[in-house]
């Protein structure tokens, strides 16, 4: 059992709006994605998968309930 995993409240079910910080472009992604997700324009990585959870790597600028 692990009881380490309630710090923050991660998100569930929602859609995030993430800003690139290389080249600035925005996209939606799931916020509990668990597939990489790169920048469509720079190839950035933006969202690195961690075995379940999706790690942000990038800024959010927006939360879509
Ligand atoms: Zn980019």
């Known amino acids: ?7 923050i409240p991660q998100p569930k ?5 993430i800003k690139c910080l290389n080249c600035g ?5 799931f916020g509990c994605a668990t ?4 920048c469509f ?10 075995g379940g959870k999706a790690r942000i790597l990038t800024k959010i600028s927006d ?3």
């Open 41 to 50: 324009v720079c190839d950035k990585q933006l969202v690195q998968s961690t």
């Open 63 to 65: 939360v879509l309930s």
């Open 25 to 29: 472009a925005e996209q939606i992604v």
């Open 35 to 38: 597939v990489e997700v790169r």
């Open 13 to 17: 079910s929602r859609f995030l709006r």
């Open 1 to 7: 059992m692990n009881d380490n995993d309630n710090l």
